[in-house]
Each structure stands twice: as structure tokens, then as C-alpha cells.
């Protein structure tokens, strides 16, 4: 099991650029793949990034390619997401997640949450 922290959320203007973070507790922080999430209000928690235990391979939403930029740092047991050319619809609170499995888009697999950060992207 690990805990997840997330930081780095608020209030951006459309255009700007946001750097998300979640901290890990625990010392197998590197066997874990690693998603972050995103809940709009009245919305279902839809995949935002996930990038897999090494930080070699890494997946993205449709919405967020070429937008947003996961990478981890294990020594820091750290997942980030830098955020550019945000967008109104970004808005929304998001979450880090762990996995045991592969890195995958499917919300079921991540058996570990933070409580997440809100973004707020205005127009």
C-alpha cells in the first residue's frame, strides 16, 4: 500500500501552465505505475496520464496529448504532471493513483488514491 499526496493545483488563467504534484510514502514506491485522474463536477472520473514503474513508457488521454507532460522521479518518490495551454474544460480536481499492474488508463486497476487538487482554469 502507499498514501498519495497531491499539490501544486489552483487557479490559472486559460493559456497558462500548472505543474502537479503527488508525493509517496513507502519504500516500493518504484514498483508502482502511476496514473493521475481528473473529475469534472456532475462528471464521472475520466484518464488523464500514466506512465509505468521505470518512467519509460507513458500514456495519455486524447485531451491531454501534446498538452501535458508525465514523468516521475523515484529517488523522490514523486509522479508529476506539467500542464500547458490549459483549457477551461481542464477544470476539475485531479488525482494520482497507484498500480501494481502495468500503467493503464483503467481507473479499476489503481488500487491506491490521493485525495486530489483542484484546478481551476478560467476563461
Known amino acids: 500500500q502507499v498514501q498519495l499526496v497531491e499539490s501544486g493545483g489552483g487557479l490559472v488563467q486559460a493559456g497558462g501552465s500548472l505543474r502537479l504534484s503527488c508525493a509517496a510514502s513507502?519504500?516500493?514506491?518504484?514498483?508502482?505505475?502511476m496514473g493521475w485522474f481528473r473529475q469534472a463536477p456532475g462528471k464521472e472520473r475520466e484518464f488523464v496520464a500514466a506512465?509505468?514503474?521505470?518512467?519509460?513508457?507513458?500514456y495519455y488521454a486524447d485531451s491531454a496529448k501534446g498538452r501535458f507532460t508525465i514523468s516521475r522521479d523515484n529517488a523522490k518518490n514523486s509522479v508529476y504532471l506539467q500542464m500547458n495551454s490549459l483549457k477551461p474544460e481542464d477544470t476539475a480536481v485531479y488525482y494520482c493513483a497507484a498500480s501494481v499492474t502495468r500503467a493503464t488508463r483503467t481507473a479499476t486497476a489503481y488500487t491506491d488514491w490521493g485525495q486530489g487538487t483542484q484546478v481551476t482554469v478560467s476563461s
Open positions: 513507502g519504500r516500493t514506491f518504484s514498483t508502482y505505475s
Open positions: 506512465i509505468s514503474w521505470s518512467g519509460s513508457n507513458t
